[in-house]
């Protein structure tokens, strides 16, 4: 029998997508998909290489990738705090496309740039898709784009084969849920609060029903995050889902220099 994500790959003919192989190979040895989040050019965009070659090495399934921005409405403190070390460090979109392009030969983790819609329309829709391809980004999260809006930049995306990775808030009705679940690609993001990102201690108790629930209306691996920061937490979500995305704990941890956290959080997602 087909699993629930080999079909979703049939339907977005995307299976041979990085991102998709990438979900494929974690999920089929029945271990758990680790998305951390980093942001872009904290600590100079010269680290960059190493600290993505680092996380791919650690056993992390897919890096997300922020670019930092003036106005971040969904960040929380940390995030907040990371981007602006990182705009200080004179850090742009075109800055990090660059540099992604120049490492793409040498990287095998595939990147998800998280940048808000304002960056992208600077920059334009067809330069950025392409720019993307050629940086080999194999995906995006655009947390300021609603469903309303994405025909907008969806065509030009899909013929660059980038994928726009959905998020699915708590907050969501059941027939929008239902439709963001259909239409993303990669993977569903759940988040798993409401409000900004950053850590926190515990999690609501309907959480587990909200995101089964999501992995009945949708094919794509479903991973939560918001909030995830301990080895504990990543066990427990996982019992409901195909992975989670941690953000400010590896932020902060690579911040400090503190690595061996990262290394226990995305071991704690290693089930076999
Ligand atoms: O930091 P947390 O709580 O671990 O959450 C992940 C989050 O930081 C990352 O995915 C992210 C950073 N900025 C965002 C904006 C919107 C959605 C998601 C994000």
């Known amino acids: 029998m087909l699993k629930r994500y080999e079909k979703h790959w049939m339907v977005k003919q995307m299976g041979k997508a990085k991102i998709d192989q990438a979900f494929k190979q974690v999920l089929d040895r029945g271990d758990k998909a680790?998305?951390?989040?980093?942001?872009?050019?904290?600590?100079?965009?010269?680290?960059?290489?190493?600290?993505?070659?680092?996380?791919?090495?650690?056993?992390?399934?897919v890096v997300e990738l922020g670019i930092a921005f003036s106005d971040p409405v969904a960040d929380g403190p940390t995030i907040q705090e990371a981007g602006l070390r990182a705009l200080a460090n004179g850090v742009s979109l075109s800055a990090v496309?660059?540099?992604?392009?120049?490492?793409?030969?040498?990287?095998?983790?595939?990147?998800?740039?998280?940048?808000?819609?304002?960056?992208?329309?600077?920059?334009?829709?067809e330069a950025f898709a392409k720019s993307c391809e050629e940086a080999g980004v194999d995906g995006l999260i655009i947390p300021d784009l609603p469903l309303e809006?994405?025909?907008?930049?969806?065509?030009?995306?899909?013929?660059?084969?980038?994928?726009l990775i959905r998020l699915a808030a708590l907050t969501s009705t059941e027939e929008r849920l239902t439709e963001i679940a259909k239409r993303t690609e990669g993977f569903l993001y759940a988040v798993?609060?409401?409000?900004?990102?950053?850590?926190?201690?515990?999690?609501?108790?309907?959480?587990?029903?909200?995101?089964?629930?999501?992995?009945?209306?949708?094919?794509?691996?479903?991973?939560?995050?918001?909030g995830v920061?301990?080895?504990?937490?990543?066990?427990?979500?996982?019992?409901?889902?195909?992975?989670v995305i941690v953000g400010s704990k590896i932020v902060d941890s690579l911040y400090k220099g503190d690595r061996k956290?990262?290394?226990?959080?995305?071991?704690?997602?290693?089930?076999?």
């Open 34 to 61: 680790f998305v951390p989040y980093i942001m872009a050019g904290d600590g100079g965009l010269d680290q960059l290489d190493e600290q993505l070659a680092f996380l791919e090495e650690a056993g992390a399934t």
């Open 97 to 125: 496309l660059e540099t992604l392009k120049k490492s793409k030969a040498e990287r095998k983790i595939p990147i998800v740039l998280m940048t808000y819609i304002n960056p992208i329309h600077t920059y334009g829709i």
């Open 149 to 163: 809006e994405e025909r907008l930049i969806v065509p030009t995306l899909q013929e660059n084969k980038i994928a």
């Open 192 to 226: 798993t609060v409401t409000g900004t990102t950053g850590a926190r201690a515990s999690f609501q108790d309907e959480l587990g029903a909200h995101l089964a629930s999501l992995r009945e209306k949708s094919n794509a691996p479903v991973l939560a995050g918001f």
């Open 229 to 243: 920061s301990t080895p504990e937490h990543v066990r427990s979500l996982t019992e409901h889902c195909d992975g």
């Open 261 to 272: 956290v990262i290394r226990e959080l995305i071991e704690s997602a290693q089930l076999n």
